[in-house]
């Protein structure tokens, strides 16, 4: 098989694209939205045309709004982001916005996050993203307990795991690029598209490592010798249209998500659509040879 | 033969009736879609309760008193379906809190839906600490000055307006007299007997209404607050206390309000994305896997009508992430049939008839379904742990799709598969069976 003849050069792309993204997370960095970090965020709608930034920026100072940003969304759309409102300032922020009888703004969307809320989401998010980490290694050193030849079972386990790390740190790395590009912020629908990536992309990894512990079974049966690596590249050929056509089922689904579904998830379909995107690629071009590459490193040593 | 096909004839009747219950359940409204309030515009108002004065045990009564009254009064406005639920808050925020959420579809207007709950006062009794009451009772001191009493806003059954006819205050003064209810009026009568002589402080939202000293045992459940009201003062005292005192202090910490406008816009762009993800689908099906892809395509709109049918009887509230889960289940609900027919396809090119292909196919992919499905179910059950009600929507809706999409990716083609009954080793059902890479 192609792939796991030259899996050297794969593995030097794989790591490659994960530098880059590793880069970009360390140079851009993520951006917390309210939902972690507490605050304020008011989208105002104007039905004709907005006034200028100024004259909003203007009567917000006038309130005693200090450290908020606004910024243009939309056509005519504003998004304030500020620090939590005091009593004042909530009753006061629909007549601020609105920017009186010319411009008749109204307030689409607002929402207040209090810190200990949002402390307590950054917490999940953690602990949900290491959770589903040990739940999927669990459950693959279980799936895969039968085999232990050439290589052991945990050792299928581990792979996964590396696979999935890759699959975690490209969509992390775009997205810390979005964030520099138009201010794109993580919350927690970004968290439950790296998870949904995480569920997805075992998924391909496990259907590929099914299909060599099932041909290896094979061969026990009949007594066949065959190189590790000549079962393991005849494996990934098989599932190889597969991995492809059901990634490619739900990149359809996603574009369409992406392009026609509502605004307040199309960066939630961008994620994913990278994030399963990468988790394909990982299931085809890094986990088998992996495989092979350990298979051949162990046996060395014996 | 016949059973087989009875049995697709069946299928299929059944997925229309599912579809015809979902379209008019919908239309006449009986059990319609669910939409949360990011669909259908609304507020969600989320508040911490002061439980600093509340024993122990008693803080899950407090808090469903609590909740009782916030129902009570949002139901006063005429807000219809509002939800008021308690959540207690673990050690991840750091220190354990109990919350009150309050969602109310429909209002957009975020202040007058704080002050709507705002304008429940809090009702407290506490018992002075030392001898006499210092003149000077502020926010600040009250708690060092004030032990809470054993009774609280929780155990009031109704207060009225009364003229003070008697002794000492001012003739004819407005008082308001406050009913306990059963276990109130056993707990005051204790209180006052235990008590008595002590300065027993009657408070209104943090601020004492009057500190009367405890003569004598009060048996008879009732207490007086005279403050020195106005009439007209004390006749809305009472009206409010009747909407409802709350039993604990509640502070706002996190608002949320989406417009009826946005919210329709999303429910919008969600259908058609819905409906052109299972066309595109379909079509990629068809083209690839031919017949079997047109099987599938059958068992995919099945799938759609049954989660849908679910989604109107469980009843699952929608949000945008729930509808984004939905449209992105339809991508995943047609994995299983893409394993078979890759499987069935391998199988038919190893030289098998048509039917020994397609029921090796199901066999042999199966493990492989079971595995991938495991590890989507363990996501979808840690993010619903996870989950604000945003992302439960997510969890539930992608749990749902995966169980669903086991059932009829792989029963619902089967039956159809088998029921066509292809058995020839002819070129034209090679050709039905073949894929894309093949012919």
Not at chain 2, 18 to 31: A, C, I, L, N, T
Not at chain 2, 356 to 362: D, H, L, T, Y
Not at chain 2, 392 to 402: E, N, P, Q, T
Request: glycine share 8%.
């Amino acid at each position: 098989m192609f792939i796991v003849k030259n899996r050297n050069i794969f593995f030097t792309i794989t790591a490659l694209i994960t530098l880059i993204a590793l880069v970009s997370l360390f140079v851009f960095g993520l951006k917390p939205s309210l939902e972690f970090t507490g605050g304020t965020l008011v989208q105002v709608s104007y039905p004709t045309e907005r006034p200028a930034p100024v004259v909003v920026a203007e009567a917000l100072d006038a309130a005693g709004f200090e450290g908020y940003s606004l910024r243009e969304a939309n056509e005519r759309d504003y998004i304030l982001r500020a620090a939590n409102l005091t009593e004042i300032q909530r009753a006061s922020i629909a007549e601020l916005l609105s920017g009186g009888d010319r411009y008749r703004g109204e307030i689409t969307q607002l929402t207040e996050v209090g810190p200990t809320i949002g402390k307590e989401l950054r917490n999940k998010a953690i602990i949900s993203l290491v959770l589903v980490l040990i739940c999927i290694l669990l459950f693959i050193a279980f799936a895969f307990r039968h085999v232990s030849k050439p290589i052991s079972s945990w050792i299928y386990g581990l792979i996964a795991l590396i696979t999935l790390l890759h699959d975690v740190i490209v969509p992390v790395g775009f997205f810390a690029f979005l964030g520099y590009l138009h201010g794109a912020q993580i919350d927690t629908l970004f968290v439950t598209a790296i998870l949904t990536v995480l569920g997805f992309s075992i998924h391909d990894t496990i259907v590929v490592f099914d299909r060599v512990r099932e041909n290896l079974r094979i061969n026990h049966e009949r007594n066949r010798k065959e190189d590790f690596a000549e079962t393991a590249g005849r494996s990934l050929g098989q599932t190889f249209v597969r991995s492809i056509n059901t990634s490619l089922t739900v990149l359809i689904t996603l574009l369409i998500l992406y392009f026609i579904g509502p605004a307040s998830t199309r960066d939630f379909a961008l994620t994913l659509l990278v994030g399963i995107t990468a988790g394909t690629y990982s299931s085809i071009f890094l986990a088998t040879p992996l495989l092979v590459a350990v298979e051949r490193y162990v046996g060395k040593r014996k | 033969m016949l059973k087989r096909r009875i049995a697709a004839l069946v299928v299929l009747l059944l997925g229309a009736a599912v579809g015809w219950y979902v379209y008019s359940s919908q239309m006449s409204g009986s059990r319609p879609f669910k939409l949360g309030l990011d669909l259908s515009g609304g507020t969600q108002l989320v508040y911490r309760a002061d439980l600093s004065a509340i024993v122990g045990a008693d803080v899950a009564e407090s808090m469903s008193s609590l909740r009782d009254t916030i129902e009570r009064r949002v139901n006063l406005f005429g807000v219809s379906e509002p939800i008021v639920q308690t959540q207690h808050a673990g050690t991840l925020a750091g220190q354990p809190e109990e919350r009150l959420i309050v969602e109310l579809p429909g209002v957009t207007d975020t202040q007058r839906a704080i002050e709507l709950i705002g304008e429940t006062p809090v009702l407290e009794f506490r018992l002075l600490k030392g001898d006499s009451p210092n003149v000077e009772i502020s926010s600040s001191t009250v708690n060092t000055l004030f032990e809470p009493a054993a009774i609280t806003g929780k155990d009031l059954k109704s207060a009225q307006l009364q003229f003070n006819q008697s002794i000492g205050g001012v003739p004819n003064e407005p008082v308001v007299v406050l009913n306990f209810n059963s276990e109130g009026a056993r707990i005051f009568a204790d209180l006052t007997k235990n008590n008595v002589n002590r300065y027993f402080g009657i408070f209104l939202d943090g601020v004492p209404i009057s500190i009367p000293v405890i003569r004598e045992a009060i048996p008879d459940g009732t207490a007086v607050i005279s403050g020195g009201f106005l009439a007209d003062e004390a006749k809305e005292l009472a009206r409010n206390l009747n909407f409802g005192a709350l039993p604990v202090p509640i502070e706002l910490i996190s608002t949320q309000t989406v417009s009826a406008t946005l919210g329709d816009e999303a429910v919008q762009r969600g259908i058609m994305a819905g409906l052109w993800g299972v066309i595109a689908v379909a079509v990629f099906m068809i083209a690839w896997y031919r017949l079997p892809g047109f099987l599938a395509t059958l068992a995919l709109a099945l799938y759609c009508l049954v989660v849908l049918a679910l989604f109107q009887l469980i009843p699952v509230t929608l949000t945008a992430a729930g509808i984004a889960a939905f449209i992105l289940s339809i991508g995943m609900a047609v994995d299983a049939n893409i394993l078979i027919f890759e499987r069935t396809r391998e199988e038919l090119a190893g030289g098998k008839t048509a039917a020994e292909a397609i029921k090796e196919g199901f066999h042999r992919a199966w493990p492989s379904i079971r595995d991938s499905n495991i590890s989507s179910m363990i996501t979808a059950v840690i993010l619903f742990w996870f989950g604000t009600s945003l992302i439960k929507g997510f969890a539930l809706v992608f749990g749902l799709g995966v169980l669903v999409s086991m059932l009829t990716a792989i029963t619902v083609s089967r039956t159809f598969l088998l029921a066509l009954g292809i058995d020839a080793k002819g070129g034209f059902s090679r050709f039905l069976f073949g894929s894309g890479t093949h012919t």
